[in-house]
């Protein structure tokens, strides 16, 4: 059953799960392999059933909604009030619960990982949707699935096909519509690098001034060669040379 958590995705290390999936055997046994799990609970009395007073989601909703802090936030055009608790289930033992209403519905998420917070909770789940817009735009426009042969390596040349074609066409995009995935990566280097650069620069610039007074290079000889091999390291660890 683990096995299917290729279809949810694995993202920052959480094995990210639909409301399909999220039994508490599953998360379970996801656990036992060493893997935490966020993931969107049905809020079925008989399926989730939790120890204590209140045993169902919705009764620990209703309860803890009037003593919780809720917060606030939006996704998109949705705006929603959200808290997290941390419950004891009778097979996961404790786990991290959110409770996030928008307008129409309430909406649960677990987490295994306790010390997620439940903003963090959201962003980590968050990214499934890109997960599912891929295997969408596959099945849509790639064809994948839609295979009439039966042969076993015609299958897996389909398929390899459709994921190359998929990532190919991906990279094109983020090339010349999304250049935060590289391009702004490197800027960031670059600016970080120029100040360094700068702040080297100016170093250099005190310690030659210093070395200028005569008395202190009388005293202590090993300044000069102190700035020479600073402008080396420079050099060598920037690619260029900083002259004062």
């Not at 909770?121 to 839609?146: A, M, P, S, V």
């Not at 009439?148 to 983020?174: C, D, G, P």
């Not at 960031?188 to 100040?195: R, S, T, V």
């Amino acid at each position: 059953m683990v096995e299917r958590a290729l279809e949810a995705g694995v993202v920052a290390d959480y094995l990210l799960v639909d409301s399909w999936y999220a039994k508490p055997e599953f998360l379970l046994k996801a656990k036992e392999i060493g893997i935490d799990t966020v993931a969107r609970l049905p809020n079925h009395p008989r399926l989730w059933h939790f120890k204590g007073k209140y045993k169902s989601l919705q009764a620990l909703y209703e309860h803890h909604r009037k003593t919780r802090h809720m917060r606030n936030g939006h996704y998109g055009k949705i705006r929603y009030r959200y808290f997290d608790m941390v419950a004891e289930h009778q097979t996961l033992g404790k786990v991290k619960l959110l409770f996030l209403q928008t307008s129409k519905e309430l909406l649960i998420f677990i987490s295994t990982d306790l010390s997620l917070s439940g903003e963090a909770i959201l962003d980590t789940y968050k990214k499934r949707w890109n997960i599912e817009q891929g295997y969408k735009d596959l099945r849509e426009l790639f064809g994948l699935g839609k295979e009439e042969n039966r042969l076993y390596e015609a299958l897996i040349a389909r398929i390899t096909l459709s994921m190359f074609t998929y990532n190919l066409v991906t990279t094109i995009n983020r090339f010349h519509h999304e250049p935060k995935t590289l391009g702004e990566l490197f800027r960031e280097m670059e600016c970080e690098l120029e100040a360094l650069a700068i702040s080297m620069q100016l170093f250099l610039e005190i310690l030659t001034k210093i070395a200028q007074v005569e008395q202190i290079v009388k005293e202590n000889k090993d300044l000069l060669q102190m700035i020479g091999l600073l402008r080396a390291c420079t050099q060598k660890e920037l690619g260029f040379m900083c002259e004062s």
